[in-house]
């Protein structure tokens, strides 16, 4: 089944270490997200890719980076991982830009800082 | 800047009820709104659109409302049942709403 795959679920790091998540999808989509969603919270768009283009949320900390090598993988590398960074880290796509088609989202990469 | 936001952060309701989980926003240029679903521990799912040009959009037991004179988009589920229980969130523009609680009660 065509799906948006996010690796690994389960990410624990250390204070200041920095950790890479991993997101694949095989919808062949031009748009990538990555959203970051705290408990009982809405998830909050961080940046996203149409195509090769990056399109960064004003307020999405600069420890935050991301990489589009190819249409099926995107990355979100966190330099220097703080407390506060601990979350759920959403990858979404869709076919166009958000106000036009919807976004398939994968199941998310919840990330522990110790 | 863009402001999304839900009336009721909690609904619980009776299995077989029917439910309403509603949506504010403040962006009158906005012009496609998606209802999405979130259950614990995975991403959310998409449940239903409606664009601008339509106050009404009906699925299987579900039917979304848009008001734009008020700025205000309804979900309605119909015979609610326990499988139902999860997190909804309106989404407009590039955000999403604060998000309302479903539960169902058995």
């Known amino acids: 089944d065509a799906m948006v795959i996010q690796n690994p679920r389960y990410q624990v790091t250390q204070f200041g270490k920095p950790v890479t998540l991993s997101c694949s999808q095989t919808?062949?989509?031009?748009?990538m997200y990555w959203y970051q969603q705290k408990s009982s919270q809405a998830p909050k768009l961080l940046f996203h890719?149409?195509?090769?283009?990056?399109?960064n949320e004003a307020d999405t900390p600069d420890n935050f980076q991301s990489r589009r090598p190819n249409t099926s993988f995107c990355f979100l590398d966190i330099r220097s991982p703080g407390l506060g960074d601990a979350a759920m880290y959403l990858c979404?796509?869709?076919?166009?830009?958000?106000?036009?088609?919807?976004?398939?989202f994968g199941p998310g990469t919840r990330l522990t800082v110790l | 800047g863009e402001s999304v936001g839900l009336h009721l952060p909690t609904l619980s309701v009776q299995e077989g009820d029917n439910s309403i989980i509603n949506c504010a926003y403040s962006?009158?240029?906005?012009?496609?709104f998606i209802w999405y679903k979130q259950e614990s521990g995975k991403g959310p799912q998409f449940i239903i659109d409606?664009?601008?040009?339509?106050d009404k959009r009906q699925g299987q037991r579900v039917t979304v409302l848009l008001n734009k004179t008020v700025k205000h988009l309804s979900l309605q589920i119909a015979a609610t049942q326990p499988g139902d229980s999860a997190v909804y969130f309106c989404?407009?523009?590039?955000?999403f709403g604060a998000g309302t609680r479903l539960t169902v009660k058995p």
């Open positions: 979404a796509t869709s076919r166009e830009r958000t106000g036009v088609s919807e976004q398939f």
């Open positions: 919808l062949n989509h031009n748009v």
């Open positions: 890719y149409y195509d090769k283009d990056f399109n």
């Open positions: 962006n009158s240029a906005s012009d496609y």
């Open positions: 409606i664009r601008s040009n339509m």
């Open positions: 989404y407009t523009g590039m955000r």
